[in-house]
Every structure is written in C-alpha cells, then in structure tokens.
C-alpha cells in the first residue's frame, strides 16, 4: 500500500508523515512560568502575560503563548456583575437587614401572559428572613386597594412585621397605602431607584 493511498484514506496529509513535530528545550519551563503568571494574575490574558514574559527576560512571541494557553486550557473569566449596594446614594445609612422572621416583608409584582395573549399580574409577599412566601394574588388587575387587602389578612394571620419593604411603583407609594400601613404599626422600606437587586 503507498503512502498516497493511506494518508488518503485516513484523511490526513502526507507531510504528516515526514514532518516530527519538534519541542523547543524551554517548553515546559515556559508553560510553566505562563501557568504561574496566569495563576497569580488572574484577569491578565495571553498578551499581558506575553509582556510580563519578556519583562522577565523570556524571547517569546505572542503566537507561541498564544498556543500554550490554548493548549493549558487557560481562560479570562468573565467580571461579576457589581450587586448588593450597602448604603444609599447619599450614604446616609447601611440597608435594613432582617433579623428574625416577620421582621422584614416584602412584596412586588409579577407579570405573565396566559396562552391566548393576555396579561395577568402576581402579587407576591414574602418574609426576607425565612424565605417564605407569604401569599400569592392572582387577578387580570392588582391595584393599591388589592395591596391592601392581602396585607389586612396577612396581618391577621401572622401580626404585623416591622418593615414592608417595596420599589417605588405606583401601586406601594400610593398615600391609601402608606398611609395604611403607618397605622397598622408597620413602618414601609423602598429600595433606592434603579437598585432591584435590594429586593428579596
């Protein structure tokens, strides 16, 4: 059988078979110092440590390291996004944590649409301390009244928790609201704009 008809068959090119891949002396120490730079700066990619290679002394292009850290399975993770703001943007005070259970609710809604195209909206209330949700309203429209009327019978059940924590829609900054819960004992937490992330 020729060599022709082999590499052929086998799909591969005949200068394979010619050609013995060569390793440089200085392959392992290399993938070595490049393993260790990647290690010790973890946001650097392949052209910074590149750089920092030559700095030290090292005659190395960025081809070569290139195919190291490819090979080594090396990678840049991806930046975390920035959450959990401790202070408003005054930074006037730290964010109410909750301390025990009924201590911090909150509550917010969510919207769906069922199978024929029409909207329907969530009322969920939730203790932050147990993780438990609370209650569930489900209705083609909640309104400021709606609020109401699921805190008065969890209020019934459970008592009254310190803070009832809301964004700033409409429907929890309504005066009937807050002006309720001022008078039942409870005192209400908004989250700062554009922060959603404070919610439970």
């Known amino acids: 059988m020729s060599e022709r008809f082999?590499?052929?068959?086998?799909?591969?090119?005949?200068?394979?078979?010619?050609?013995?891949?060569?390793?440089?002396?200085?392959?392992?120490?290399?993938?070595?110092?490049?393993?260790?730079?990647?290690?010790?700066?973890?946001?650097?990619?392949?052209?910074?440590i590149t750089a920092m290679l030559r700095?030290?002394?090292w005659t190395?292009?960025?081809?070569?390291?290139?195919?190291?850290?490819?090979?080594e399975g090396l990678k840049v993770p991806a930046r975390q996004p920035?959450?959990?703001?401790?202070w408003l943007n005054d930074g006037s005070c730290v964010r109410l944590r909750p301390e025990r259970p009924d201590h911090v609710w909150s509550y917010d809604f969510v919207e769906h649409r069922t199978h024929n195209g029409r909207k329907y909206r969530m009322l969920n209330v939730i203790d932050e301390f147990t993780r438990e949700c609370l209650a569930i309203r489900v209705s083609?429209?909640?309104?400021a009244l709606d609020v109401i009327d699921v805190l008065t019978d969890l209020f019934g059940l459970r008592g009254?928790?310190?803070h009832i924590r809301s964004d700033n829609g409409p429907e929890f900054i309504a005066k009937a609201v807050q002006d309720w819960?001022?008078?039942?004992?409870?005192?209400?937490?908004?989250?700062?704009?554009?922060?959603?992330w404070e919610m439970a």
């Open 6 to 48: 082999a590499c052929r068959v086998l799909g591969q090119h005949r200068s394979t078979q010619r050609k013995v891949a060569v390793l440089a002396e200085d392959e392992a120490a290399l993938t070595g110092a490049i393993v260790a730079l990647a290690l010790q700066y973890g946001r650097y990619g392949y052209r910074r």
């Open 55 to 57: 700095r030290d002394g």
């Open 60 to 71: 190395v292009n960025v081809k070569r390291v290139e195919r190291i850290w490819r090979r």
């Open 82 to 86: 920035k959450r959990s703001r401790l």
């Open 140 to 143: 083609r429209k909640l309104k």
């Open 160 to 162: 009254v928790p310190g």
């Open 181 to 196: 819960i001022a008078a039942v004992g409870s005192a209400t937490a908004y989250i700062e704009p554009g922060s959603p």
